[in-house]
């Protein structure tokens, strides 16, 4: 027997039936006996997929304390408390703590991929054992069962097809492919054929949606297709965003910075002759100083406001990080079906009577226009009898049914047949009325004749064509173009049925062509009448000397504001890619409908042409091709990797079951929510809920106005640390002791300049956000001069509290008052410099009050810091003194200097910048 092992899973669908069946030891007809169904399920296991051990609270609380810039928060934390300084250790504590929750809170629902794929496994299956048809659990299924399928039916496993009676199953979620596959039960020749071409085998996670079958069980649990998916998940490991490591990189180097000025002071005071208690704190001063304490929680909570914003414009972000990561994406690897078409096969052109004509409408609303393709409306469609006759005849020959739901239009039945349904519709037709033109007999459709035909009588009231079809019995046969032409000997044009020529036939033979190269999926429709039914209603009899009537051309529409939102990303620097499991003639059309292949010189590539490439091969090619068609998951994994081994960042977008592990290997994955499996949206960071592509784009745009934010919350709080530490070091360098204490040093970082960089992180986005490239991978967080900027101002605010403790001692006045003047200019003067930070253009051009945010951020911590300095119990606590007039003239001076070199600063730019 047999084993299921991955190297010869591939082999079954090019296996005949019997040989299939001997292998896995089993019988076609009366199945597995139960005693060997018993062992096998104790030699397979269960058919259900594995689950991950789901991670505890604790597990992610855990996680968010492994932060260096948080680590060493709690270093400063356990330093302060040693040294007595209590008030400052819970601070800093409170502060780390709450980080940790917040970011517990987002992530918490993560990870549940596994889960949502055992939700599609089917509950039941009906299987064939002993000879006896049995329900039985599906999890009970083993290699080697005998299972049945009919219209309906939820595939319960992975299958080899042994019967197939007009069988089409759904496989979308899988394969991408948008219309129901044929199936049959012959072997297939090519060792190379993909999922959607495996038309001799059913997979778990599908649905049998037409006729019915049996098959014979090759792999369960996690050995089906879903299974392997299942297994990527399990193994796509999780990287960290950029935003995550520049984070990490700056609390390194601001871990090495406080370190050096620790060590330094304190050496420096020893060498002075300074106590070494005073110097010991001093230094500890300075560190605390050099990290800011307020930037991990205010990161998240910027993220966490983010998310909140994104989820009004339609975008649900499920984990914090990926905020911002949409802001980097330099491509947006997109599925086509559902995700850029509409997921709903609508007709868009008929020819008949010799014309084309183009039908206007979205999905399967019934409301739309019969225009001749020149671009004349037509008024009055069913005026045609040609027309008429044409959508009687495939709405007739048809078991789709619309369906007028309370969430919209749908369709009953093949989506297929339900676009024809619809196209009738659209002109008014009464396709239900069985009054007029009862079935009164068919031959179904099956995948080797390629057509179905079934038998209408017509009375007085029902007859078509103005006379050329009287009351009796009409028969409408539909089917591939190629094959219904030759068996038709007559044609219906200009008001009668005659011949059909040769010539005639080549040229409808023509359109066909044009219209297939278009990636339109045509249908003919061929009509046969009769004065009574036919005693001999087989294939032979009835299905030739027919009449031809036209052809209807039907497509998976692209979504209207998709063009737009391609176009949107292009301008912005980011490429879109379409990776689907359609074909290559379709997804090519639809590529440059939405204009994402734009030239001869952008590639598109098939499964199996990329199942040929090394990843050298590939390497070499991956920056010019536009489009991926018929691929597979793992084909997309690779794909995914590929761009990324480019430095690309990589946003996935997606519907499918065939999506999930490269919506989890992407760095950011993007699941559609209407049409979205669990398991896309389980495996993804983020969920467009309308499952519109455009949401996508406009998430992108917040994810630069987050990170631009975040940098503007960085460049303040550096640049007021910068100043403290500068303040301090030139003070004790000179030997006037320290200006600032550690509870000053602790309130300023803490409360003074943690409103107003929560503040910057709701600032509005800057004019002409996505018109610039994406920042590159490892460009740094200080990079644009916002180091050299950091740096500048950092100095200018530390000079300036320097000043003032300087001004305070020269005038006599004692230390306390001059500790009080330093600390009062130090933090008006970071105050001010957040209105500095919020833009690169003028405050004025901005406007004071176009962030409302900030205006009640900078009042409410002068409130803060004046409650400090007037309050008497207060006073105490941060060892501060009443200042007089002269003082406070002073400081008011002397912070508002930051706005002023500001503004002259960005004049200066605005002056030397080219004329646009």
Aim: aromatic residues 4%; negative net charge; hydrophobic residues 45%.
């Amino acid at each position: 027997m047999i084993t299921m092992q991955e190297d010869r899973e591939q082999t079954w669908y090019l296996m005949d039936r019997e040989d299939a069946a001997k292998a896995l030891e089993t019988d076609i007809h009366t199945g597995l006996t139960p005693e060997e169904a018993a062992r096998r399920l104790e030699k397979y296991g269960p058919n259900e997929l594995e689950a991950q051990a789901a991670r505890s609270i604790w597990d992610m609380l855990l996680d968010q304390f492994k932060d260096v810039l948080v680590l060493m928060l709690i270093g400063a934390a356990l330093i302060s408390g040693l040294v007595g300084e209590i008030e400052d250790s819970l601070i800093i504590l409170l502060i780390v703590v709450l980080n940790g929750i917040l970011g517990v809170v987002q992530e918490s629902k993560a990870e549940n991929s596994l889960a949502a794929l055992r939700k599609l496994s089917a509950p039941a299956a009906a299987v064939v054992r002993g000879g006896k048809v049995k329900q039985i659990p599906a999890r009970e299924l083993v290699p080697g069962d005998v299972i049945l399928l009919e219209a309906g039916t939820n595939i319960p496993a992975d299958a080899r097809l042994v019967e197939a009676a007009n069988l089409r199953c759904e496989e979308a979620a899988l394969t991408g492919e948008s219309v129901p596959v044929e199936k049959s039960t012959i072997p297939l020749d090519d060792p190379e054929a993909g999922l959607g071409d495996r038309v001799n085998m059913v997979f778990s996670g599908t649905s049998a949606v037409y006729g019915r079958g049996r098959a014979v069980v090759v792999g369960t649990g996690m050995q089906t297709e879903i299974g392997k998916i299942a297994s990527m998940i399990q193994k796509a490991p999780q990287e960290p965003t950029p935003l995550q490591i520049k984070l990490a990189e700056l609390g390194k180097t601001l871990g090495v910075v406080a370190l050096i000025l620790v060590v330094g002071v304190f050496v420096m005071g020893l060498l002075r002759g300074e106590p070494a208690f005073e110097m010991f704190m001093t230094a500890i001063s300075l560190a605390v100083a050099a990290i800011p304490e307020g930037l991990p929680a205010i990161v998240t909570i910027v993220l966490a406001l983010g998310v909140q914003r994104m989820a009004r414009r339609r975008a649900i972000i499920r984990k914090l990080p990926a905020v911002e990561t949409l802001g980097t994406a330099t491509v947006i690897a997109s599925d086509k079906t559902g995700t850029l078409t509409q997921n709903e096969m609508t007709v868009t052109h008929v020819y008949v009577n010799g014309r084309m004509l183009e039908v206007t409408g979205q999905g399967y609303e019934p409301a739309g226009e019969f225009r001749l393709q020149e671009g004349e409306t037509k008024q009055e469609p069913l005026e045609d009898d040609h027309l008429s006759v044409l959508l009687h005849g495939f709405a007739l020959a048809n078991d789709a049914r619309l369906d007028a739901g309370a969430n919209g239009y749908g369709i009953i039945g093949d989506p297929t047949e339900g676009a024809l349904v619809v196209l009738a519709a659209k002109a008014g037709l009464a396709v239900d009325d069985e009054q007029a033109y009862p079935r009164i007999g068919e031959i179904p459709f099956d995948s080797r004749r390629k057509r179905m035909t079934t038998f209408h009588e017509l009375n007085g009231a029902g007859s078509l064509g103005s006379g050329a079809l009287p009351s009796g019995i009409v028969s409408f046969c539909k089917g591939a173009p190629d094959v219904l032409l030759t068996l038709c000997t007559h044609i219906y044009a200009d008001g009668g049925i005659r011949p059909l020529t040769d010539a005639e036939r080549e040229e409808l033979l023509e359109v066909n062509a044009s219209m297939g190269q278009q990636a339109l999926r045509v249908l003919a429709l061929a009509l046969r009448h009769w004065e009574a039914m036919p005693d001999d209603i087989s294939p032979e009899t009835v299905e030739a000397d027919m009449v031809f009537v036209g052809f209807a051309g039907m497509i998976d529409p692209p979504r209207p504001e998709v063009k737009d939102a391609v176009k949107e990303a292009k301008l912005a620097g980011i490429r879109t890619i379409m990776v689907t499991g359609d074909h290559k003639l379709t997804a090519t059309a639809i590529a440059k409908d939405l204009g994402i292949l734009e030239n001869d010189e952008q590639l598109v590539v098939s499964g199996p042409e990329l199942e040929k490439m090394t990843d050298t091969e590939l390497d070499q090619v991956i920056e010019k091709v536009r489009v991926f068609a018929r691929v597979s998951p793992e084909h997309k994994m690779r794909i995914v990797d590929a761009l990324k081994k480019k430095d690309h960042v990589v946003a996935m977008t997606g519907d499918g079951v065939n999506d999930a592990p490269a919506l989890k290997g992407a760095d950011i994955g993007a699941a559609m929510g209407i049409t979205g499996t669990d398991v896309a949206k389980e495996a993804s960071e983020m969920v467009l809920a309308d499952d519109n592509f455009a949401t996508i784009v406009a998430a992108v745009a917040e994810g630069r106005t987050i990170y631009d934010n975040i940098r503007k919350a960085i460049y303040y709080l550096l640049s007021c640390n910068i100043g403290e530490i500068l303040a301090i070091f030139v003070a004790i360098m000179l030997g006037w002791g320290r200006p600032l204490t550690a509870i000053q040093i602790l309130w300023i970082n803490l409360v003074t300049d943690g409103l107003p960089a929560l503040a910057l992180g709701v600032e509005p986005a800057e004019a002409g956000v996505m018109r610039q490239k994406p920042r590159r991978l490892r460009e740094s967080v200080f990079a644009g001069g916002m180091g050299a900027r950091i740096l500048l101002y950092g100095c200018l605010i530390g000079l300036l509290g320097v000043t003032a403790y300087y001004l305070g001692i020269r005038r006599g006045v004692p230390l306390a008052t001059a500790r009080t003047m330093s600390f009062a200019t130090l933090a008006f003067a970071q105050l001010f410099q957040a209105l500095n930070v919020r833009s690169s253009e003028s405050l004025f051009r901005v406007g004071l009050f176009s962030n409302k945010y900030m205006v009640l951020a900078v009042a409410g911590s002068i409130s803060l810091q004046l409650l400090v300095m007037l309050v008497p119990f207060l006073q105490g606590v941060f060892e501060v003194t009443p200042l007089g007039l002269a003082h406070w003239e002073v400081v008011i001076a002397l912070a508002l200097v930051p706005v002023i070199v500001g503004e002259l600063q960005k004049l200066a730019v605005r002056i030397s910048r080219p004329a646009s």
